[in-house]
């Protein structure tokens, strides 16, 4: 089970730290994904980072959002910085324990196990 947190209403340029934690003992041997989806929109990827600490980025959020995890706390993180109006989203966390094809990180379907989601809102 992941749960997320973090979410909330902030204003154009600034900052929020989402975070996902789960009571999985084996947390470490998981791919974790962020993912968000706005309101009559379809799901997108957002960031993902690889049990070997590998990681990436969708376009819109390079350089702005920082993903990191502490296996130690089985807690993944979202550093978004920056935030625009866009941003404006559901977001939830995944995890994916296997299928490492190409590109798998975008790749929602391939995720195994997710979590509720949590609002992130950015008003201009």
């Known amino acids: 089970q992941l749960v997320e947190s973090g979410g909330g209403l902030v204003q154009a340029g600034d900052s929020l730290r989402l975070s996902c934690t789960t009571s999985?003992?084996?947390?470490?041997?998981?791919?974790l994904g962020w993912f968000r989806q706005a309101p009559g929109k379809e799901r997108e990827f957002v960031a993902a980072?690889?049990?070997?600490?590998?990681?990436y980025y969708a376009d819109s959020v390079k350089g702005r959002f920082t993903i990191s995890r502490v296996n130690a706390n089985r807690t993944a993180y979202l550093q978004m910085n920056s935030l625009k109006p866009e941003d404006t989203a559901v977001y939830f966390c995944?995890?994916?324990?296997?299928?490492?094809?190409?590109?798998?990180?975008?790749?929602?379907?391939?995720?195994?196990?997710w979590g509720q989601g949590t609002q992130v809102t950015v008003s201009s």
């Open positions: 995944a995890a994916k324990g296997s299928g490492y094809g190409f590109s798998w990180w975008r790749d929602g379907s391939g995720y195994q196990f």
């Open positions: 980072v690889a049990w070997s600490d590998g990681k």
């Open positions: 999985d003992s084996t947390f470490n041997r998981y791919a």
